[in-house]
């Protein structure tokens, strides 16, 4: 994962051992290394299934906050706009029947608080807003919605990153 160097395997590992200090050019060259760790180009982020959805950080698998893979890189989406509609496309392209639209304060569904789910980190990008999806639509990608170039600044902060909670619906339980 921190690929850039053997020495540099997490960010605690990046601080030069006090034991054996190295040369000053060869601290400098490190200290270069470790904050390409911390720059938002992370490489956590990295997906190779554009289009693809999933829910992070719920309690349960078929909840949590929504990140849609867009070219090449995880990201969320903001919740303005977000809906119901919107919601059961990403629980469809799950494998769900159906999807509930959860915000940034949770939601009660059946007696039970969903959410609210942790938001994105901040160096991840908030790909999509004002998504409107239709009945129709099969996958999130396909939704009209605002891009990350038009985007509120209150989305592009993660303060306001869409969830989503699913179900399998049955006619019983309708
Ligand atoms: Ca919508």
Redesign the pocket.
Request: glycine share 10%; hydrophobic share 25%; proline share 0%.
């Given at each position: 994962m921190y690929a850039h160097s053997p020495s540099c395997t997490s960010p605690r590992s990046c601080i030069p051992s006090s034991r054996h200090p190295p040369p000053r050019p060869h601290y400098t060259r490190s200290a270069v290394v470790c904050l390409s760790y911390l720059r938002p180009s992370a490489r956590r982020y990295i997906c190779n299934n554009n289009g693809a959805v999933r829910l992070v950080a719920g309690a349960t698998p078929a909840e949590g906050t929504i990140q849609i893979c867009k070219g090449g890189v995880w990201g969320t989406v903001c919740n303005d706009?977000?809906?119901d509609?919107?919601a059961t496309v990403v629980c469809r392209q799950l494998g769900y029947t159906q999807g509930w639209?959860v915000d940034t304060t949770g939601r009660t569904f059946m007696d039970a608080t969903i959410g609210p789910f942790p938001q994105g980190p901040t160096d991840m990008r908030v790909w999509f807003s004002?998504?409107?999806?239709s009945d129709t639509d099969i996958k999130l990608e396909s939704?009209p919605n605002t891009g990350h170039a038009a985007m509120e600044l209150s989305c592009i902060d993660h303060s306001r990153d869409a969830g989503a909670f699913c179900r399998n619906e049955t006619s019983s339980s309708r």
């Open positions: 706009g977000w809906d509609t919107d639209a004002q998504v409107d999806c939704c």
